[in-house]
């Protein structure tokens, strides 16, 4: 059983940076591709950037492109987003989530199947 636990995130002004991180647990992490998503208040939940098994291949929504950088390190089942120059439209619960099948690409919601509790990021302008 994998579990997954996010950490980093709290209140920022307009502008700031935050770095989330999520802790894997389990044998399978180098394995398969690592997501981020996330859901604002209301809404329903949307994906902003994934990462390959091996790191190579990245994708992000529009939105957040050049200002999140997702990131892993295979060694210590973790993965990263560093969010730089954010907004309150960032304002959301961010979670984690792990691939449990090999896709051909890892933006593809349908892949993930284990997700951390999430951890609330708050932009205030």
């Known amino acids: 059983q994998v579990q997954l636990e996010e950490s980093g995130g709290g209140l920022v002004q307009a502008g700031g940076s935050l770095r989330l991180s999520c802790a894997a647990s389990g044998a399978t992490f180098s394995t398969y591709a690592m997501g981020w998503f996330r859901q604002a208040q209301g809404k329903g939940r949307e994906f902003v950037a994934c990462?390959?098994?091996?790191?190579?291949?990245?994708y992000y929504t529009g939105s957040v492109k050049g200002r999140f950088t997702v990131s892993r390190d295979n060694a210590k089942n973790t993965v990263y987003l560093q969010m730089n120059s954010l907004k309150p439209e960032d304002t959301a619960v961010y979670f984690c989530?792990?691939?449990?099948?090999?896709?051909?690409?890892?933006?593809?919601?349908?892949?993930?199947?284990?997700w951390g509790q999430g951890t609330q990021v708050t932009v205030s302008s």
């Open positions: 989530a792990q691939a449990t099948y090999i896709a051909d690409n890892c933006y593809a919601s349908a892949q993930y199947a284990y």
């Open positions: 990462i390959s098994r091996n790191g190579g291949n990245t």
